[in-house]
């Protein structure tokens, strides 16, 4: 640190080193933002894929056991993830509770009929995989008829396609916009060595002598500019849960904490090989040169 601070007062590097943290925060805080907001968009699409339910209406003279025994069945092939049992008092109950009045009791008898929730695997949620296990399924007595929302499955995966590649794009872009910005911010830092940098090398330094305390203040800048990144990350996020408490349902620690990683990596990788090439071109650089 002494080395770099000769030919420049105290205050007015610590200046520049400050502000060089901070603007690698805020924008290592942006690209993690974006993190963030990827994974609840995958989380999104995964807890919508995997809550589109499949209604099999069981005949109404099978008897439970059957219908047990049908569940089961169920839940052993690949494309199911978990299924419900609904019998018909149950159903009953819930119609009654939706329409408000007992239907059962106006009519003198319960006309629903047993029926078992089936709820797919995320990547079998889409009407191609749909179609042929209704099909396979339809083919057992027991079953009267599978209902299904078809078109808001279709319109389910065409909208979380869309908006995966819009997010994907943004993310790309943001990434370069960071790399950018945090690669400026460092090159503004080192122009105010430039001089100290030249007359280093004049008296003799070699270039990995020169170069090795600002390439290690520059890790050490982008480690800190994403530990304080990651304390706002975490700040956001529990405000936003506060805020939207569903998105609870949504939180995955471990996806959380690879975002936290990848905002370290990019800190540390791009602070230090901006400082590296920062440094470097004043290395090359003509003693006249500096002066423009």
Sequence with gaps: MSVIEQGSPRKKT??????TVISIALVLLMTGLLGLILVHAK???????????????????????DVLSLQKDFEKDPYVLRTEYVSK????????????????????HNPLLPSIDIYMKEQYANTDSIQPFIEKISKSSRVKEVVY?????DMVNKNIRIIGIVVLAFTVILLIIAI??????????????????????LIGATKNFIRKPYILYGIIHGLIGALISILLL??????AQKQIPEL?????????GAIFLIVVILGILISGLSTYFAVTKYLRAKSHSLYR
């Design 234 to 239: 975490i700040f956001t996020l529990q405000f």
């Design 14 to 19: 610590k200046s520049v080193y400050i502000s």
């Design 89 to 108: 008092e149950l159903a009953a109950k819930n119609l009654k509770e939706d329409l408000g009045e007992d239907f059962v009791e106006y009519l003198g």
């Design 180 to 201: 950018a910005l945090i690669n400026n911010t460092i090159r503004l830092a080192i122009y105010s060595q430039r001089f100290l940098i030249k007359s280093m090398q």
């Design 149 to 153: 929302q078809e078109s808001l499955i």
């Design 248 to 256: 609870v349902f949504l939180r995955n620690w471990y996806e959380f």
């Design 43 to 65: 989380n999104l699409s995964k807890y919508v894929k995997e809550n589109i339910v499949l209604n099999v209406i069981v005949n109404d003279n099978v008897n439970e056991g």
